[in-house]
C-alpha cells in the first residue's frame, strides 16, 4: 500500500511539474508579444497616415493621371502616324523632284548640243544664209527707192516675190496685152529702177566697177546673175509668147543697160561675178511661168510683167568661201580655172 502511495504521488508531482512548465511557456510567449507590440507602438506615428479624404483624392488624381496619359499616347501615336505619312510623302515628292531634275539635266543637255551645232554650223550653210539675208534687204532697198516713183507715175504691181528672190513689176499699167516694148510712164519706172540698181551692186559684185567691201557687205556674199525676166499672158501661142516675153525682157534691159557708147557713162556690164561674167542677163519665159490665172482681165495683166531676179553666189566647197576681200580674187580665179578643165 505504501508503494502504492508512493507512485501516485510521484506520479502527481510529475504532472504538476509539466503543467508548470506549460505554464511558464505561454507566459513566455506572451511576453514577448507583449514586448513586439510595445516595440510596434513605439515605431508608430501619426504623421505617416493618410486620411481617406486625401487618399480618395490622391488614387483618383492618379487615375486621371493615367487616363491623361493614355490619351496623350493615342495623340502621340497618331501624330507619329501623320508624320510617317508625311514623310513618305515627302520621299515622293522628292522622287519627283529628282525625276524632273534629270529631266531638265537631259533637257539642257540637248539644248548645249544644239547651241554647240549652232556654233558649228557648216560654213557652206551659214555662208547661203547669209547671202539669203542680204539679197532680201537689196530687194527691200530697190522697192523703197522706187515705190515713190510707182506712185507718182500711177504704175500699178510692184511687189516682191513669194520666195523673197525678185522684184516684180506687174499690172494693166506695164504692158498692153500684145505689146513687147515698154513706153512713157513704165519706160520711165525701168530706167529710175536701173539707177537705184547701178547704186547697189558694186558692193556684191567684181570686175572693173565692183567695190566689195567688208562695210557694205560684211558676209562678203556675190552676185552671180541678176536676170532680167519677161513674161506673158495665155492669148497666144506658146512660141509668140516667148518672143513676145524676150522683146519685153530686152525692153527692160535696154533700159536698164544704156547703151555705154553714146554717152560717159560707164556701162552696167561691168559688173561681174566671179567667172568673170556680166551679172546682168535677159531671159524670156512666155506664159510658162504664170503667177495668177489667165481666165480673168486681172490676171492677165499680172502675168504680163518684169521680173528682176537675184541668184547669189552658192560656193561648190568650204575652201571657195570668201573669208576677206582679198580671198575674193583667188576664189575668182579658182572658178576660172574649173570652168577652162573639159
Known amino acids: ?47 505617416d497616415v493618410v486620411p481617406r479624404p486625401i487618399h480618395e483624392t490622391v488614387v ?45 539635266a537631259d533637257l539642257e543637255r540637248q539644248l548645249a548640243e544644239a547651241l554647240e551645232k549652232l556654233r558649228q554650223r557648216d ?60 513706153s512713157g510712164n513704165s519706160l520711165r519706172i525701168i530706167r529710175l529702177l536701173g539707177e537705184h540698181l547701178e547704186g547697189q551692186l558694186p558692193c556684191f559684185t567684181v570686175g572693173s566697177r565692183g567695190a566689195i567691201s567688208e562695210t557694205c557687205n560684211p558676209g562678203l556674199v556675190l552676185i552671180e546673175t541678176v536676170q532680167i525676166e519677161g513674161h506673158t499672158d495665155a492669148d497666144s501661142s506658146q512660141i509668140s509668147n516667148i518672143d513676145l516675153s524676150m522683146r519685153r525682157a530686152m525692153s527692160a534691159f535696154t533700159a536698164i543697160v544704156p547703151d555705154a557708147s553714146r554717152n560717159d557713162a560707164p556701162s552696167m556690164l561691168a559688173f561681174q561675178n566671179l567667172l568673170g561674167q556680166p551679172v546682168l542677163a535677159v531671159a524670156g519665159y512666155g506664159e510658162m511661168r504664170p ?27 568650204k575652201d571657195l568661201i570668201p573669208r576677206t576681200v582679198r580671198d575674193i580674187s583667188r576664189i575668182s580665179a579658182e572658178l576660172q580655172r574649173r570652168r577652162g578643165q573639159p
Do not use: C, W
Open 60 to 104: 483618383q488624381e492618379r487615375d486621371e493621371a493615367k487616363k491623361e496619359i493614355e490619351r496623350l499616347m493615342l495623340s502621340i501615336a497618331k501624330l507619329q502616324a501623320q508624320i510617317e505619312a508625311l514623310e513618305q510623302q515627302v520621299a515622293a515628292r522628292d522622287a519627283e523632284i529628282a525625276k524632273r531634275d534629270a529631266k531638265i
Open 123 to 182: 560654213p557652206l550653210e551659214a555662208y547661203n544664209a547669209q547671202s539669203v539675208r542680204a539679197r532680201h534687204d537689196m530687194i527691200e532697198r530697190l522697192a523703197a527707192a522706187v515705190q515713190e516713183d510707182i506712185i507718182r507715175e500711177k504704175i500699178e504691181g510692184l511687189a516682191v516675190s513669194a520666195q523673197g528672190d525678185a522684184l516684180r513689176f506687174q499690172g494693166s499699167g506695164l504692158f498692153a496685152s500684145g505689146q513687147g516694148g515698154l
Open 291 to 317: 503667177i495668177a490665172g489667165n481666165d480673168s482681165p486681172e490676171g492677165k495683166a499680172a502675168n504680163r510683167r518684169i521680173d528682176l531676179r537675184f541668184i547669189m553666189y552658192v560656193p561648190p566647197g
Open 1 to 47: 500500500m505504501m508503494r502504492l502511495g508512493v507512485r501516485r504521488r510521484r506520479e502527481e508531482e510529475e504532472a504538476e511539474t509539466a503543467f508548470v512548465s506549460m505554464t511558464d511557456m505561454t507566459v513566455s510567449f506572451l511576453f514577448i508579444v507583449m514586448i513586439l507590440l510595445a516595440f510596434f507602438a513605439s515605431q508608430y506615428n501619426e504623421k
